[in-house]
């Protein structure tokens, strides 16, 4: 179309993305295909942020000799990176980290798509970010007045200012005394010329993993937000960064196996883990803090079911059975539970099945023209079976409702395949607070929660016969509870676990 | 990357694509919107052809004043048209063709794009064409002897030319009369000065629907390979084009409701409907040849667990019972029927699953380099969930083998995540024959089923504990029976109910 | 921009075009980089076309198997072919032919960009045409009748139509036969299986050359419009083509250096070289028809001198001198030819100036916005020197006056650098008739001579103090007279030396 | 081609632009079309710089919101500026500045491009820059070594970040303190919110002119390097800006015409304007440093008349007189002057004659492949006309030789159209040392007039029959002499007016 101009072309003084998001964060060191195995391990997590990507591949030439490469577009990672020779002759090293970022309402300028890279007087340094800071305003008011000049109208630049004026010699000391500044939360994975650092907040809101995968009789090191980014390449996970661990892989990793673990403060607080990592973000075949997302989902389902179960309606003898269907693919392995356990909990004849077929091929570029785009949208998307729905009472198990809109298009989709009654589970609470540390949902007033008393309200809203929600203690209840570590809930009960600028908080 | 270049753009004399495929056709007719909601069924019918896609619209200024445009592009249907000025300002007018190409081997010459478009004595004419003609060989060396120019290595051109060197005025007489000289597979949707013209060859292999909108108080009238299309624009299904049918919508069908309806041989034979459309590839969605795919799939899954029920062999007390999973997303509806039928109809304690995760972000631009780019092609495309598989007796439902060499990595990649045993089920019979008739299969000596002696060998080199095909019997009996109907089983069985060239046959 | 959508994207049906135009031929056999040479050639050629271009290669494998490939875009030729991959593993072959294409009023449909290429029942055959049919509704009213499916709405397409049906086995004969139905003015060069064929209509209205260039110790042979694609390429001139000749180049040539050569009418009508690509069209550094253009350009400034000499009006002492300026480049050697005429024969003292710059950097896609475009686009393109201009007597020499506007634009810019009088002079009659041979003029009432009685009223619309053409007397007497050959002055006088077709009459 | 991917894509750590280039500046202020205007300037400065060019806009809304744009590509300004969108949905505001880059040797890499924006603590600010500073190493050192972040590996970036660190509060203060630690050649145009800044270094070494335009019945006011700019867009000249100078142009100006002045430094040093702005690189209808270029170079060539005449050599008696070329088109002038005074002056028959075409198509894309590069650069760029030289005694004007390399390939070129003698004339010394103030020239090694003891061996190794260069003292005898005014002639004696870093000596 026309490259040349979009929306996002006038900037605006003094603008600094309000609502930037969860993204995916990668990285190798000592891999003879460091970008080629970046690439795929982005792919992997292109669910985590479809909006920008990009690599950038650090070369050794000799010890005062660096170079760095870096590839970063707007767009899927399999089109951004189709061209081979990109890895052939352009993103080479043995050293790499990579970014996918999410569509956000913020600005989507050029300059701000990751990972960022900086040319300074320690050398070279490329940084991925996931998560957000809360002290942005604060930290960049205090930079710029001491002439600094920002380039992105991101929070992540705010970590490459700080690791710049420190003077300390060492990168990572650098960015240790960088990050005793910077509060809320982040996962970041680092290219310094000493190594690949990567760390998780004091909080360790968002995940990060350590893998390793064996390649020309040694072993290469690896960071990913999710494990599947491991399956891709065939790494195994050797565990997760902790919270409040900043980690550095370097040379001596490559022989000894050794690991570098610092802290980043020195008391290290209770974790709070970002429960809607499980609930809907993270992929069901990923691992994330430690714990498998698919079993989790399976119990959020079972959970359900045991609070709310269906009970039959139909009066057509030949229909009497429920049917439940996912809103796929993430609900998939919730309903599968909740179908379970409605079934043998509750004692309901319930049947699994598939009513809604998602297609393939959507991205984000579909035009909508003349109608109600909503609907076109969601039609685009998915499409009833009408006979698996028919006549029957279905139960359709979904993970959560943000707005409303798409959930009510989609109801009406279903509805239009005449089902005998139509009831909606959730498989976490009212969402009814924003998201500070990168879950890109909308303020509070445009969040359907806040809009109306009760569950049974926001389901006339919706048109369904019945709607319920997980309640939070039922969605706790399928996490793993170990020492030290917590969840955040904020989403839910508005009481966020780190600080937050006045700025944000109103 | 090189948009210049590519392998295809030296062109040899004489080359005929000796393997077209499968497409999907629609079109519209009397919709203020024709253009896009032609693009709205194309996106619905993305899976029948991911190469190249194409919309054609005419525009009726005056009686004797008739202009069109086209566009046409290699690539999906939401990238090729995500300019909306597209629709506003070039692809003008209430009537439209459009065409999804599969991806073949042969030629993909820019000419190829379809719709193919001509201007010649009697005005202009753009045409769709789904299937492969039997005689292109014999029709396309007398066409040249009387000094025919071909612009594309395609079939579908024959029908121009014949359609141009009639000697008819009407236009829908001049097809008529072409029709009477092609052979073979054909559905074809053709814009006229006359009005949209749609039909389906005398043994109507390939499916073809009719349908209707209400738009601004009266009906516009659409055609598409299937119904799923006329979902996504609210259309409801009026009946299929039937075998050696050719059908008219003109100005009076807006008016009256009238579709004209014309013989294409003065004999109708039996029809031959293609089985393979519903054992693989059309829709779960969809209905076609006037019926739904999701319950012939269901039928076909449930048939198999009755003619080949898999048993459970695990010695874990905590895993006795048989998981099915199905190879997503053509799998599934097969693979929910086996798993019933083999825990109800054999009593075998069995749980459908989900064991496979598809990724949302596959095209066909992924990147293999340096490893083994079939893995790394599945991995890009498909993950395991781990803990539904480790240490259970596995069965994976799919719908058919072709060179067995997608499955083999898919087996693999499951048994990297340890199932105790792990069997493979399939909805339909070996492929042991190319198809003539627009599907994409290989020659017979790339068709696994031809290498070896029977199953258990495939099984074998397959690497899974047992393997089972569906039998050609049970298979028919899932299909629908009337008057009239048969259907084409070439595939498996090498009887090919059309004639073909003597090219064809070596 | 948007490359999605022109105004050219609108096809009406039966649009044929009205007004092509001059263009650039060229061609080369059995030359081991036949595309590069091409190539340099058509580079050498810009300025008989600036719209498209194209180069089309064949290549024998051996000698039933031909491939050809063909590259064409609209741009210019440096663009176009900015790719060097193009030239090593696109363009294969070793004989080649390529086209300009000039920017005209009629359709720029992308099937129009020449070369044109076709596979027919005879193998390949591809083909570059400039000049102007006259017969071409005739023609193509009749091939359509027949059958025939037109792709381009160019005439040169009926050259490839009348080949494919004539019943000759041999392409030599068939193009043979085919030139026996065309009327008009062409010059052609086409690539075959059977070697390269050039050749100029009865009337030789555009010119076409042959040389010959030494490679790998032997000579190929090339065919351009004008030898200055010869210079640079290191090729010297041969001859010219004949009018109503047809000579073929094949491999015997290449051992013998023997050129085939057959009449296209048995009897050979008096030549009607067209006199304006002396004037205007040719570059001043080419030979065309055999003759130096930079000569004639020269004598007519001469004559025009000795007609209309310019007499010195400046009172002031200082600036005693006519100052003689071009329009630079194409009026450079008519200017100097004017000034020393002027000086000697005239005995006026007159000095050659440059008063007037030309930017290089001015093409096709100038913004105009807002302000009078037509100025803007001079401004783009020329700038004064004003100390040169600034109260002298100023003789500006220019080629041509076709619709005034840029004339007008011209001279104003002109005068803003305030000279003490401001003469013009045209090396060239009044252009008051269209041109149905190519040039790309339009029509009679958009010719600023025939808005007004005399040439004393047009220099009063300009602005000028005294304007004078020069006499188609002392144009013929700049040029060549050789037996058998005239020029063609329709534009000039309305005597068309070819019967046009009813339609151009009109 | 390949957009991906180019030899700039890999960078070096600490790398800075050694061999940067003279550019063009230019900025309007108070103009409804200030981008559109700045446009037009840059393209009249195209022959400055064809690499990459830029504007910057601002847009003020009220008192505390500015919007700013810019749109920066690689390319020629038409190429770059081709949509006409960008002027009326993207570059809006009133002020406006613009910057064409040159090729150089240096790194390219998109950030590279100007004008340099920055958002910082006090607003929005936005440079173009002409010239080289000679203390980069220093400032950027220093400047890293306190946290500063160099996003660009040009010296221009200093001024950006020199300015975000003053501690002042208007930016105008921010920019003189900046200016007072910049040592070199600049000739800036600077967008505050202040208003439209514009300076030259303390030593003037590249031009920088002051005009207005009238508009909507007040002025706007512009700055540009050279007055063509001015001529393009109807700006009147008021006057230069002066070395030593920084002028503000603002909402002030525009009411009462006052043009703000501020001494850079203190005590105003003797200007040194670049003496090869006159020899080759401005354009001849401009005036710079307040003077019209074209009749400088017209003293050059009568100069070199005087110093060096050429004599009759021709034995051939029609062929007696001597003929004198130039290089187009930057030699036109210069050669115009020779031949006048050779033939007045020195008594010697001389005529200027037009014996190179130049053609009006090479931009810098030209293919080069298998065959001696530079010969086909020359060719693709010149031709001879050979009447014009065949026999006769010729004598070839040029400005100035650099590496030597195209004057060879160009005396080869006119030596095939075999002149009877050859003689070569250079309006200006050898230059034999780099430029360090903005002149694209290699280093001493490459420079020919280092590879030779004097003019006569050089003229042996070019291949002509004499080679003169103009004397040092006749090269200023040329130029104008003031009060308070010298001129930069480093490339020919070495004597570098300002101070040069170590590094840069070497």
């Not at 009510?408 to 509805?415: E, P």
């Not at 989403?491 to 700025?503: A, D, H, R, V």
Request: proline share 3%; charged share 25%; glycine share 6%.
């Amino acid at each position: 179309m026309n490259n040349d101009i979009n929306n996002k072309d006038i900037v605006k003084i003094n603008e600094i993305d309000k609502a930037q998001s969860n993204c995916a964060v990668v990285g190798i060191y000592g891999h003879p295909h460091a970008a080629l195995m970046t690439y795929y391990m982005l792919h992997s997590l292109q669910h985590r942020g479809q909006e920008a990507t990009g690599i950038t591949t650090f070369y050794k030439k000799d010890d005062t000799t660096w170079y760095y490469a870096s590839h970063r577009r707007n767009g899927l990672v399999m089109d951004t990176f189709s061209n081979p020779a990109l890895f052939t002759d352009k993103l080479v090293g043995t050293m790499a980290i990579g970014h996918n970022r999410y569509a956000t309402t913020g600005s989507a300028i050029d300059s701000n798509i990751s990972p960022l890279n900086m040319r300074y007087k320690s050398g070279i340094l490329a940084l991925s970010h996931n998560g957000n800071l809360s002290n942005t305003h604060t930290l960049r008011s205090q930079l710029e007045n001491e002439g600094a000049i920002f380039h992105t109208t991101t929070d992540s630049e705010l970590f490459l200012h700080l690791t710049a004026r420190s003077k300390k010699t060492s990168q990572i000391e650098q960015i240790r005394e960088a990050l005793t500044y910077t509060k809320g939360a982040y996962s970041l994975a680092i290219l310094t010329q000493e190594g690949l650092v990567a760390c998780r907040d004091p909080h360790g809101v968002r995940p990060l993993s350590i893998g390793k995968v064996k390649v020309d009789g040694h072993y290469a090191y690896c960071v990913a937000s999710e494990t599947c980014a491991f399956d891709m390449i065939d790494a195994e996970e050797i565990r997760t960064v902790k919270h409040n661990e900043m980690i550095v892989i370097n040379d001596n990793t490559l022989v000894t196996g050794e690991i570098l673990s610092y802290k980043i403060e020195p008391e290290t607080p209770i974790a709070k883990h970002c429960i809607f990592e499980y609930i809907y973000f993270s992929r069901p075949d990923s691992r994330i803090f430690g714990h498998n997302v698919d079993k989790v989902r399976r119990k959020l389902g079972k959970n359900l079911a045991e609070e709310f179960p269906t009970e039959l309606a139909n009066t057509d003898p030949e229909k009497q059975k429920v049917r439940v269907i996912s809103v796929p693919d993430s609900g998939n392995t919730a309903a599968l539970g909740y179908a379970r356990a409605n079934q043998k909990e509750n004692k309901i004849e319930t049947a699994y099945e598939i009513g809604l077929i998602r297609s393939h091929y959507v991205g984000r570029t579909f035009i909508q023209s003349g109608q109600d785009n909503r609907e076109f949208k969601v039609k685009s998307k998915f499409n009833t079976v009408k006979g698996v729905i028919d006549g029957w009472d279905i139960v359709v198990v979904d993970d959560s409702i943000v707005r409303g809109t798409t959930s009510k298009a989609l109801i009406k989709l279903i509805k239009n395949a005449k089902p005998n009654q139509l009831h909606l589970r959730i498989t976490s609470p009212p969402i009814k607070f924003p998201c500070h540390y990168g879950m890109d949902f909308p303020s509070k007033k445009e969040l359907i929660a806040n809009d109306y008393d009760n569950e049974k309200e926001i389901g006339d809203a919706l048109g369904v016969d019945s709607l319920h929600y997980l309640s939070k203690e039922k969605l706790l209840e399928a996490v793993s509870h170990e020492e030290g570590i917590d969840y955040c809930t904020a989403c839910f009960t508005g009481e966020y676990p780190i600080e937050l600028e006045s700025e944000l908080e109103s």
